[in-house]
């Protein structure tokens, strides 16, 4: 069949995708071509998840693609179905998770009598991805599977094709050559590892994808390591050198301060909240491909694989740490998170949720939405991974968790995955339990509920809105979800939240817990400082 006709198109686009390695395609079908899509990917085996929301489409492809090391996919309609996916382009690129869009659009043929939902698509997706172009019939199998492929590269990112049989299309840009180490620039970071005595080891997103090899090389270096939200999981947490999170922000201050070296793995910028960078130390960036660092002021940047970086860099390291330093600097920010008045009789902290839902549920797969809630859940989450924690931190964007956790739960079956999400990011992604109990996926959902955008409620000032600008009327997501299918319940106190989690031990749940949010002014004030 030739893709100068829809199915043609379809066939070479499925053949493409297949060839990628392209196990799932997630959307929200338009009409005739997508569903044709549908239906050659089918005949190919590979299968189609149908979600409520385009952007929840992309944020569970990528989150998919990132765990599987496939190009996640998602299937939009021209017009509404690609604006929709705005934000899910936006997260998979900031995220660095690879995310293939491909997008239904008015044919060249008829553009220029067909208004209706004509948009310059490619246009509009192009600052969102890092490279939006046309699958046309121009060795349509062949573009597609380079798109898919390109969606991995590092640093892996959002791109988008809009299908059209009727032009000849784009061709994705070309792989470029592998990166060379300068050997001056090795001398020098050597020269530096081997002379300091007091190094800090920050990891960050880029790691993620060769997470063994990092951990290889980290195991047995005895200096404090710290994870970005990203990269939680990809250092075990039991390690005696690990020593918290860097996020840019006061409460990791004062372990850079009285280092005289930071080694950067895989550390992006994207993934650090603005501010100065206030480290006097030298820094050494080891990253798998040209990233910026102006961030960290004037760093020396090693690009390659950390397979054989890593070793080579941190071969003459000899630190003169105290022993279990990063157990004592991690336990200390943990102590200082629990040190607000306990709880009155019957009711429920965001530190008390946090502790008891990682007791009960144990060392399951997790993601977590952006609000306050985050501040407590990602200090208080001790995992030892490989997984990462899923989380949206280069874009932060709200109404993340829950369509991640969907890709989560299929990318790994048999896996339980914990969903803790505030109620503002719930009700953004909120149809999408209905998702969830058609797929029957083992996902447990935590919601935070305090009818407040929380984080910015303590953010605002006079003048800015009052009460109004920041709160919500009660939602009983509770018996939202029993309406969707998803079991719901209420739980006011540790007691009633332990026994919850304890009592559905497989399949989808809600708990709607109601929370004091008193607390989360001594989180943001120990974590980023006033």
């Keep these: 069949m ?36 549908i239906g050659a990917a089918a005949e190919r085996g590979i299968g189609f998840v149908l979600t409520h929301g385009e952007t ?62 004509r ?54 840009p070309e792989p470029t050559a ?62 005696p050198t690990f020593a918290g999170l860097f996020t840019g922000a006061a409460v990791e201050q004062p372990l850079l301060a009285e280092a005289d070296l930071v080694v950067g793995i895989g550390l992006d910028t994207v993934e650090a909240i603005p501010g100065p960078w206030s480290a006097r130390a030298a820094v050494v960036l080891v990253h798998s491909h040209p990233a910026a660092t102006a961030y960290f002021g004037d760093p020396l940047l090693l690009v390659g694989p950390y397979t054989t970086l890593l070793p080579a860099v941190l071969e003459d390291v000899a630190p003169d740490w105290p022993p279990g330093a990063g157990r004592r600097i991690h336990d200390s ?21 946090v502790r008891t839902t990682r007791a009960a549920l144990g060392d399951v797969l997790l993601t977590v939405d952006a609000g ?20 949206s931190n280069g874009l932060s964007t709200m109404g993340f968790a829950l369509p991640a956790a969907i890709g989560v739960a299929l990318a790994r079956p048999g896996r339980r995955v914990a969903c803790l999400t505030g109620d503002g990011g ?10 969830l109990a058609r797929l029957a996926l083992d996902v447990t959902i935590v919601v935070f509920n305090d009818a407040a955008l929380t984080l910015i409620a303590l953010k605002q000032r006079d003048a800015q809105g009052g009460t109004p600008a920041v709160t919500y009327a009660p939602t009983d997501f509770a018996a939202v979800a029993g309406a969707m299918g998803v079991p719901g319940v209420v739980a006011g106190n540790v007691d009633e939240l332990r026994r919850t989690l ?18 989360y002014l001594h989180i943001i004030d120990t974590i980023r400082g006033r």
């Design 502 to 519: 304890e009592s559905v031990p497989h399949g989808p749940l809600l708990v709607d817990a109601r929370i004091d949010p008193g607390p």
């Design 372 to 391: 306050a809630h985050m501040l407590a859940t990602m200090p208080l989450w001790a995992t030892d991974g490989p997984d990462p924690v899923l989380i």
């Design 426 to 435: 719930l009700g953004m992604a909120i149809s999408e339990i209905e998702t």
């Design 178 to 239: 592998p990166p060379v180490v300068d050997p001056e620039h090795m001398t020098d970071a050597r020269s530096l590892v081997a002379a300091a005595r007091r190094p800090v080891v920050l990891v960050g997103v880029d790691a993620i994808p060769d997470g063994a090899a990092v951990r290889r090389a980290l195991a047995g270096l005895e200096c404090p390591v710290l994870v970005t939200y990203a990269a939680k999981g990809v250092v075990p947490e039991s390690w």
């Design 333 to 353: 920010v943990i102590d200082r998170l629990g040190a607000h008045p306990p709880a009155g009789p019957g009711t429920l902290t965001p530190l008390d949720l």
């Design 119 to 172: 948009l310059d698509q490619v246009a509009a997706a192009a600052p969102l991805s890092k490279w939006s172009g046309t699958l046309g019939y121009g060795g349509a199998a062949a573009v597609a599977e380079a798109a898919a492929r390109l969606t991995l590269r590092s640093p892996a990112g959002a791109v988008h094709l809009a299908f059209d049989p009727t032009t000849a299309g784009d061709l994705p």
């Design 56 to 117: 929840a489409a992309c944020i569970a492809a990528s989150t998919y693609g990132r765990l599987t090391g496939t190009p996640g996919t998602a299937l939009v309609t021209r017009g509404p179905g690609l604006t929709s996916a705005a934000n899910g382009l936006a997260q998979a690129t900031l995220d660095r998770a690879p995310l293939l869009l491909v997008s239904d659009t008015v044919p060249a043929s008829t553009a220029d009598r067909t208004a209706h939902q």
């Design 2 to 37: 030739e893709p100068t006709t829809t199915r043609g198109l379809a066939a070479a686009l499925a053949d493409g995708l297949l060839a990628a390695g392209v196990r799932r395609i997630f959307g929200v079908p338009g009409g005739g071509p997508n569903l044709d899509v």
